[in-house]
């Protein structure tokens, strides 16, 4: 597909299309001629066929990214934006479509827009790549703009300045450097390939239950933790608000710029619009450290249509008798 390019002939990288979300061996069928009509470079057969599905299920978060891909390569940026704020909306715990996002308003040279986008990304799964980069060269574009306006507005600014800048073309206009690609098929470059969750492994209970954490032969310490986790689960899964919500320390603090308020509307607001939500851990490892235990674990999401494996680190604290969460974050 064609590259998102900044003036420094150095594209930002887009989200693969189908790289969003894990499907079933049905679903990948259905969404792969759409990928692949995308990857020869041909968005708007590829856009029939997603509007064609999003008829059908018009909440399907793969065809809505998809839709947006499909825009975006059609040069349909105004929709494309409108279609990957919408995703976000709905979806925030997703971190390509802010990616994409960003590399539009790039491409309309909207940088402080793109940082802003990129760094909410980066803040959902420090470890997408993708994102990192891009990320880093918004910052790269943003501090050649300010060593040109400090040049314009002293022009013997002297030539430490002159070097940075001079530094930064060279960094973007090395001759021979390869441009990131913008994926579109199931065979994603390296840098997407973070954004891809292993398929939901089967699930031998009822849906709407959290499944059993079963670490080996833990200490008793060590089982409280893990009884506090699994009662975590169990009230996501149960979309019990309250009960979720209290599973977490008084002095927890989401990541910056998210505000204790803030986060727990958005908290609120994901788990009542699900109609169903199924979370089940595995794998989990405790490390006690006095009164406190960082617990390590694979967590299958399922929300409706939207299903992720991640695997997650939680720090923990005892307050009032009760193991709380203290830090949450996601390790890939």
Not at 152 to 160: I, M, V, Y
Not at 163 to 182: H, N, Q, V
Not at 242 to 247: A, E, G, K, M, Q
């Amino acid at each position: 597909m064609p590259f998102t390019r900044f003036s420094f002939h150095r594209c930002l990288r887009l989200a693969a299309a189908a790289a969003l979300l894990t499907a079933s061996a049905a679903q990948a069928a259905d969404y792969g001629d759409i990928t692949s009509l995308l990857k020869a470079g041909q968005p708007a057969q590829a856009q029939v066929l997603v509007e064609q599905r999003l008829a059908a299920t018009p909440k399907d978060p793969q065809l809505i990214f998809l839709r947006g891909v499909a825009q975006s390569e059609s040069k349909q940026t105004k929709a494309a934006i409108e279609t990957f704020n919408e995703l976000i909306r709905d979806y925030p715990e997703l971190p390509e479509p802010y990616n994409n996002l960003a590399v539009l308003y790039a491409q309309d040279n909207q940088l402080d827009k793109a940082r802003v986008a990129l760094e909410m990304a980066v803040r959902s799964n420090p470890r997408y790549a993708t994102a990192q980069e891009n990320l880093g060269d918004i910052y790269a574009r943003l501090a050649a703009q300010a060593y040109n306006q400090a040049l314009q507005l002293n022009a013997s600014a002297g030539d430490g300045t002159k070097r940075k800048l001079a530094l930064i073309r060279e960094l973007f206009d090395t001759p021979g450097a390869a441009p990131a690609k913008s994926g579109a098929a199931p065979a994603t470059p390296a840098a997407a390939a973070s954004a891809v969750p292993a398929p939901a492994a089967a699930r031998s209970t009822e849906p709407g239950s959290a499944a059993a954490v079963q670490p080996a032969a833990p200490a008793p310490d060590a089982q409280a933790v893990a009884r506090a986790i699994e009662a975590w689960a169990q009230a996501w899964s149960e979309r019990d608000v309250p009960r979720f919500l209290d599973s977490y320390a008084s002095d927890f603090a989401p990541e910056s710029p998210l505000s204790r308020q803030t986060w727990e509307e958005r908290k609120r607001a994901q788990i009542r619009n699900k109609s169903h939500i199924d979370v089940r851990l595995s794998d989990l490892q405790i490390d006690l450290q006095g009164q406190q235990a960082v617990a390590q674990f694979h967590q299958s999401y399922q929300g409706d249509a939207l299903q992720l494996q991640t695997r997650k680190e939680l720090a923990l604290v005892q307050q009032a008798g009760t193991w709380k969460i203290a830090r949450e974050s996601i390790l890939r």
